[in-house]
């Protein structure tokens, strides 16, 4: 794959089922404390529909009292007494004491021509997690970002593939802020590494949303691993 131009912060589908494996390997790479990510196959859409990219990324049933085992991300950017008020935040108990689960997603959105994180929260006994639940699981600064990104806010969709309702960071502007930082990259990088990182520079910023932190080796093994990948092209 080759690419004319300078990266324009979309993938091809076939860019990103090769994003989504360079981020399946990275992630086990660095030892997350967290469950693997994993590939879904899923050759056709709803109604028969082909689907282009082939599957999905799922990371599932983690509990949301593991977010903040993730100390070493969230410690680089917040004093002591923030980094305490997030943790407060991290675990949320219903009345009975009941912890909270979330499924994650990475979905490849066709009219954008980006990656579109899904994600659901239920109860233990898996009932679904009402919004306003799920409003107060996010971390303390989401709502502050919330407010003042043109770029970020959270809608309910439909899942493309399961049809039924999940929560969705609204994809409008990615393109435009991966653009930039593909940019940045692409002046310290060999092009051919660009698109195998594409994912985990987008899910250093999405993840951020939602409170689900990519761990610091994450950059690391991304930027340090000697690859034969090839570069983005829109085929």
Not at 78 to 101: F, Q
Not at 206 to 211: A, H, K, L, N, R
């Amino acid at each position: 794959m080759k690419m004319a131009s300078p990266c324009d912060g979309t993938l091809s589908p076939t860019e990103f089922k090769f994003a989504a494996e360079a981020l399946m390997k990275k992630w086990e790479e660095c030892k997350s404390i967290l469950h693997p990510w994993i590939w879904i196959p899923c050759p056709k859409l709803p109604f028969g529909a082909p689907d282009k990219a082939g599957g999905y990324l799922s990371l599932e049933h983690i509990h949301h009292f593991e977010f903040k085992k993730q100390q070493d991300c969230i410690e680089q950017k917040y004093s002591e007494e923030e980094v305490e008020a997030l943790d407060s935040a991290t675990l949320v108990l219903s009345g009975e004491n009941e912890t909270h689960y979330y499924n994650f997603h990475i979905i490849y959105s066709t009219s954008y021509k980006v990656p579109v994180l899904f994600f659901r929260g239920y109860h233990q006994g898996g009932q679904p997690l009402k919004c306003d639940e799920v409003e107060k699981d996010l971390p303390l600064y989401t709502s502050k970002l919330l407010e003042e990104s043109k770029w970020t806010f959270i809608t309910q969709e439909e899942h493309p593939y399961l049809n039924c309702p999940w929560f969705t960071l609204h994809p409008c502007g990615t393109s435009e802020w991966m653009r930039l930082l593909l940019q940045q990259r692409l002046y310290s990088s060999r092009p051919e590494d660009l698109c195998s990182h594409y994912l985990v520079a987008w899910f250093s910023v999405v993840g951020q949303v939602i409170g689900l932190w990519a761990p610091l080796n994450l950059v690391h093994c991304s930027s340090s691993s000697s690859s034969s990948d090839t570069f983005c092209s829109h085929t």
